[in-house]
């Protein structure tokens, strides 16, 4: 009876055990029984004791103490134990084990074999799991191995020297002359092995990059043949010959005409005839097909080409194929930068697989669809956008919120549709939203002056239908507390007039108070937003009252302050309240990046009157505000005049120093440090600032600003930049080409700079508009750019 | 190429080739989580997932999913072909291929695996060579093994 049937015979009385406790009997019985054989003596039934080991490690049970009878076996003169031993190698033995050393000889001597099979066991199990001590000792016997022998050999020591290479890169070197010479052969594995050696070398040693540059016209050679050839059916697979090969010595050439303008040369017309005489109605030629436009996209190839790959990838992205469209996206993910326009033309067909099935589809579509918004087609987009966030996986739903919020900011088309959008993706998706959200949709709110009556009206019907999402009710009530009076009275002409009773908004807020939904800050914004209510309406002040007294012995120590403060507020300095209360005035974004106090809390303890104005509105603290004023006010009998300066001193904690600089603030209200611009073009009108907005050793970024202050529109207008040969200049899309008369209105184009050579930075830049029907066009020359904001 | 798994339908290992070092422990956490990721994926969906800093490409093929890991180079398409081309050459081997038949010659499932894949790259791209290959080391091994058994006259 041969012994393997012992193996089987195991497996099936394993499987056949029937609860994991039986079968956990079974193995131990097993393995005590492999221990003591592994104890004896060779008796012929060593390899087999270890396959079974082997079978009882992939069902996940502990087996290292058939390490050293790997070890034994490699050292057998016998072929099948051999076998069986580096096997077991390969499966319990990896470079940080200590016994993976001891096998160091035993390859040693089986490379020098007298058997190929032999040979090839060791060089499998070198090029699988070969510690980079053991690279090191047997590299030059692979080197060997790669000049004198047969195929079968020279393409596995192929393969090996790749793992040595990765392992050690300084091996490399040994490599590289007989790398070269392995491209003439005719064995496509050795030619394989080859390819993807020479692709190894390549990355880790820019010499040897310039080396093999010139073996550029021998590998257009090959994949000649390869794509003209006739049928070999070795090779063949759905019509396409050895389309592994085909693919990886396309990502070769992509990597030697990577910045390299002969290289790229001679590889277009190779590349042209392979996208064009691809058959890809199977996975195989696809496949060729996307590494090719890889490859295209990646040199330097004329724009023909490039136009080309982009059709297939637009192609691609019609297919039924899923796993097609998704490699479509990500390819277009990589180049969605640099040929924008390229990408736009097949936005339907991306927008589209938003509503895909698949998930992995889905996330390329989003990502996709987040770098096409631009001016032009934000409103159409973001329709889409909100569809999709309204049937999204939950996994995605952060970034999608996220993103839209980046879109809306970016390209607004008007400041009610922004306003919108972000109610939108509150009440759809407010659990998922950024934190920064609440206090940039409050910033937003407030700038837009002639919305308010409409904001406040939605948020209250928002607010009436749900109460759960926090981000949404925390705006609410903070609207609600601001513009009450206007809600109150009725009127707006964007949205139906609904008559709102006090008590009906009081009870609105009270319901947000008492609700187990409620987290803590945001009854804190409800808090507040009642006793604002207090000088805004007429009748209910009562009420008002008896809730803020309730509060005043509120477990939350957070609203009971406020509770106790406000009520302080109703007693003793009643004739305060008017003042204190009163409306907020617009708070100025500071440049991007701007968060709560707490980025800037060295500014808040400076006390700097400009750099409060300039901190967005957390309404968190006007209790205590509200305490130290009335402190120091009481104090040195000052009248509250300053109640705006007041009130936008409500931020961050601060410290009882606020009397003298309060007094200062008095004078000291002012707008915010605006990143210095530079006015570059004056003329007919037409003003383009300059700024900078993000500065490094290698690069900026700059936007451009674009005003008219004539009186009728400048229309299509284009803005063109030259700049130095080593620098590198990437435009984004403007926000727009017409130019708003009288100056209500300015285009922005965000420019970016890539100065790896660090020259001085200039830049040429051509104005091109229309106005007043007559076309002009203007050169400015650009010699230095202003220091950044930060 | 990073790993090749292969699953049961029922989360079963049956086969695991691990082309970079990896602890023990990390290979266990790394196969649960193939498992729990690649199973409940739906019928007729995208076979690439995104894990960690990998592509994970996947095939379902009868009762078993084959599953690897690839950097951000692989050509995701192309491993679909590799796996196809691996499902092929087993199925030439052992006849109609099942997983029963991966089951109890897992350790042969091994050796054309290694005459596949060597170091995550292929190897061989010819269809025949694999099989001539895994013939004659046959051969040999057999020669070896009638030589041992056979009583001594």
């Avoid at chain 1, 007989?178 to 030619?191: C, F, P, Q, W, Y």
């Avoid at chain 1, 637009?314 to 040929?339: A, H």
């Avoid at chain 1, 306003?419 to 920064?436: F, K, M, S």
């Avoid at chain 1, 008219?708 to 930049?721: F, M, P």
Wanted: with cysteine.
């Amino acid at each position: 009876m041969s012994p393997s049937v012992r193996l089987q015979e195991m497996i099936r009385v394993i499987r056949g055990a029937r609860t994991q406790g039986e079968e956990r009997g079974v193995i131990q019985r097993e393995c005590a029984a492999i221990r003591a054989q592994f104890r004896q003596a060779d008796n012929g039934t060593r390899s087999h004791n270890l396959a079974k080991l082997l079978y009882v490690h992939m069902l996940g049970y502990p087996a290292h103490f058939g390490q050293m009878e790997c070890v034994r076996l490699i050292a057998s003169p016998r072929y099948n134990e051999k076998r069986v031993g580096y096997l077991g190698a390969m499966m319990l033995l990896d470079e940080k084990q200590d016994a993976s050393l001891l096998i160091t000889n035993s390859i040693k001597n089986d490379l020098s074999h007298s058997s190929q099979y032999v040979q090839s066991l060791a060089l499998c199990t070198l090029g699988c799991m070969g510690s980079a001590e053991m690279c090191r000792d047997l590299a030059p016997e692979i080197d060997r191995l790669l000049r004198a022998s047969n195929s079968y050999i020279k393409k596995k020591a192929a393969l090996c020297a790749v793992h040595i290479v990765r392992k050690v890169p300084e091996l490399g070197e040994l490599f590289t002359p007989a790398s070269r010479s392995l491209l003439s052969e005719k064995n496509h594995g050795v030619l394989h092995g080859a390819v993807v050696l020479i692709t190894e070398l390549c990355e880790r040693n820019p010499d040897t990059l310039e080396q093999f540059r010139k073996a550029v016209p021998e590998l257009v050679q090959i994949m000649k043949g390869l794509v003209m050839s006739g049928y070999s059916p070795e090779h063949n697979v759905a019509g396409i010959s050895d389309p592994f090969l085909q693919v990886r010595i396309l990502r070769l050439l992509r990597i030697l005409g990577r910045n390299n303008d002969t290289a790229s040369d001679a590889v277009n017309d190779l590349l042209a005839q392979v996208a064009t005489n691809t058959d890809s109605s199977k996975t195989a030629g696809s496949a060729v097909l996307y590494e090719t436009v890889l490859t295209v996209m990646d040199i330097k190839s004329e724009s023909g080409l490039r136009v080309l790959a982009v059709n297939i990838l637009g192609r691609f992205l019609l297919n039924n194929d899923r796993n097609i469209r998704y490699i479509s996206m990500t390819s277009l993910q990589k180049i969605v930068q640099t040929d924008h326009n390229a990408v736009q033309r097949h936005r339907g067909t991306i927008v589209d697989c938003l509503k895909d099935q698949d998930a992995s589809v889905k996330r390329r579509a989003l990502e996709l669809s987040l770098a096409l918004v631009s001016a032009v087609n934000i409103r159409s987009l973001m329709k889409e956008l909100l569809l999709f966030l309204s049937s999204c996986p939950p996994e995605l739903r952060a970034h999608t919120t996220s993103g839209i919020f980046n879109a809306a900011e970016r390209y607004a088309p008007s400041q009610r549709w922004h306003i919108d959008t972000i109610l939108h993706v509150l009440t759809t998706a407010g659990g998922d939203v950024r934190d920064e959200t609440v206090p940039n949709l409050i910033q937003l709110i407030t700038t837009a002056t002639e919305l308010h009556c409409y904001t406040v009206h939605k948020l209250y019907r928002a607010l009436v239908t749900d109460i759960s999402v926090q981000s949404l009710v925390q705006v609410a009530c903070w609207c609600i507390g601001e513009y009450g009076d206007l809600l109150l009275r009725g009127e707006c002409e964007e949205t139906e007039s609904v008559q709102v009773a006090e008590d009906d908004v009081l009870d609105a807020l009270e319901t947000v108070l008492q609700s187990h939904m409620s987290s803590p800050a945001t009854r804190g914004f409800a808090l507040t937003a009642t006793m604002k209510l207090s000088t805004r309406i007429t009748h209910n002040v009562d009420r008002i009252r008896s809730i803020v007294s309730i509060y005043g012995s509120c477990i939350d120590v957070e609203l009971q302050q406020r509770a106790v403060e406000y009520n302080a507020l109703f007693k003793k300095y009643d004739h305060m309240r008017a003042a204190v209360l009163e409306r907020m005035p617009v708070i100025d974004k500071s440049s991007p990046g701007h968060t709560n106090g707490e980025s800037t809390g060295g500014s808040i303890k400076d006390m700097e009157p400009t750099k409060r104005t300039q901190e967005v509105v957390l309404p968190q603290e006007p209790a205590n505000q509200v305490c130290d004023l009335l402190d120091l006010l009481g104090g040195s009998g000052e009248p509250p005049q300053p109640s705006p300066a007041l009130s936008t001193t409500a931020l961050g904690p601060v410290s009882s120093t606020a009397g003298g600089d309060l007094l200062d603030l008095l004078g000291g209200l002012d707008v915010t440090p605006v990143p210095p611009s530079v006015i570059v073009y004056e003329k007919n009108g037409v003003t383009l600032k300059l700024q900078t907005d993000k500065q490094t050793d290698t690069g900026m970024t700059i936007t451009l600003t674009a005003t008219n202050s004539t009186d009728r529109d400048i229309t299509s207008l284009t803005l063109q930049a030259a700049v130095p040969k080593s620098v590198q200049l990437q435009m984004k899309a403007p926000s727009g080409d017409v130019i708003p008369a009288h100056g209500l209105g300015q285009v922005t184009q965000t420019v970016l700079l890539n100065n790896p050579n660090k020259v001085s930075l200039k830049m040429r830049v051509r104005v091109c508009y229309t106005s007043q029907d007559v076309v002009c066009q203007d050169t400015v020359q650009i010699d230095s750019f202003p220091s950044p904001a930060w | 190429m990073h790993f090749m798994l292969l699953l049961s339908r029922q989360g079963k290992l049956r086969l695991q080739k691990w082309f970079t070092p990896v602890t023990e422990r990390e290979k266990k956490k790394v196969i649960r989580e193939m498992t729990l990721m690649v199973l409940a994926r739906p019928p007729r969906s995208c076979n690439f997932l995104l894990w960690r800093d990998l592509k994970i490409v996947y095939k379902r093929y009868a009762s078993l999913y084959f599953c690897c890991g690839l950097e951000d180079q692989d050509n995701e398409l192309l491993t679909l072909e590799v796996l196809q081309r691996y499902v092929e050459l087993l199925d030439k081997y052992f006849g109609n291929v099942c997983e029963l038949d991966i089951i109890f010659n897992f350790e042969k499932a091994y050796f054309i695996l290694d005459e596949f894949l060597v170091g995550g790259e292929i190897l061989e791209t010819s269809k025949t060579a694999v099989g001539i290959a895994m013939e004659e080391a046959e051969t040999l091994q057999e020669t070896m093994e009638e030589y041992m058994s056979k009583p001594t006259y």
